[in-house]
């Protein structure tokens, strides 16, 4: 994933940073143990940060990895973060335990996507509720959101679209908003524009499915049946490869009795 560099110097890209954090300058000192001053300092060119000072301050800031490694080349350094394909055989113990966990939530549906939402592992559950899906959308490279949203593809069967779609560009938009990046931005405008199927308008003015106090769920035709979710999103703590920090195991779990029992006879 490509990340689009802004023209201006480190500093400024970290003030950016800790205003979009609503930090002020004293508090971000105070957390990296540095003083107000010399992050005012840092911030305006004054003076340039170390290579520790750079990675503290992002660290603080919640900065994610790839961001990290392009503030550090801003600054005048090396990359911290190596980024290593994820079919490279330093990753097979990670291949493992993804395919371990996955297999281990069937049958309820459960995939990995990476920072653009591309699927790189998906169990049985997800494969069953995928079918009837053109094979043109399931070909490689799959999307998570193209596959949802696209007026052939699971979108005619989702009786909340209208809540479902709003909720997944507005979380691309704020992954917009920390990555910067162009294959990210590009996807969410083609999926953006896609038109809603017919029948998309028959959730107006009332509840589509279920009510679930506690998250909006997915509610979506299969075979003959409602069946109603809710999304879990599990990330790895303290990554430190690029390509790890951006995967994302997202699960589907049952949002009532009715759907859990249909899933678990699926593989009696």
Not at 96 to 125: C, H, I
Not at 130 to 145: E, I, Q, S
Not at 164 to 180: G, K, N, S, T, Y
Not at 190 to 203: C, I, K, M, N, S
């Amino acid at each position: 994933m490509t990340t689009v560099a802004l023209d201006t110097g480190v500093g400024p890209l970290l003030r950016s940073w800790r205003e979009r954090r609503r930090i002020s300058q004293l508090e971000l000192a105070l957390r990296a143990g540095s003083s107000a001053r010399h992050i005012s300092f840092i911030e305006t060119g004054r003076a340039r940060p170390s290579e520790e000072m750079v990675l503290r301050l992002a660290e603080h800031l919640e900065v994610p990895v790839r961001e990290r490694n392009a503030l550090l080349v801003m600054a005048g350094y090396a990359p911290h973060y190596t980024e290593t394909a994820l079919d490279d055989p330093a990753m097979g113990a990670l291949r493992d335990g993804l395919d371990r966990l996955l297999r281990g939530y069937d049958p309820y549906p459960a995939f990995v996507v990476d920072g653009t939402y591309t699927v790189v592992a998906a169990n049985q559950g997800m494969t069953r509720l995928l079918d009837g899906v053109p094979d043109r959308l399931l070909a490689p490279p799959l999307n998570a959101m193209r596959l949802t949203l696209h007026p052939e593809g699971l979108a005619p069967r989702i009786r909340n679209l209208r809540a479902w779609r709003a909720d997944l560009l507005a979380q691309m938009e704020r992954q917009i908003a920390l990555v910067r990046s162009a294959e990210l931005r590009a996807l969410y405008e083609e999926v953006a524009g896609y038109p809603l199927p017919p029948g998309a308008d028959r959730e107006e003015g009332r509840p589509a499915g279920p009510s679930v106090p506690f998250a909006l769920p997915l509610v979506i035709e299969h075979d003959g049946r409602v069946l109603s979710f809710v999304a879990s999103i599990a990330t790895f703590n303290t990554p430190m490869d690029v390509t790890v920090a951006e995967l994302a195991v997202e699960t589907l779990l049952p949002a009532d009795a009715e759907t859990g029992a249909y899933l678990r006879s699926l593989v009696l």
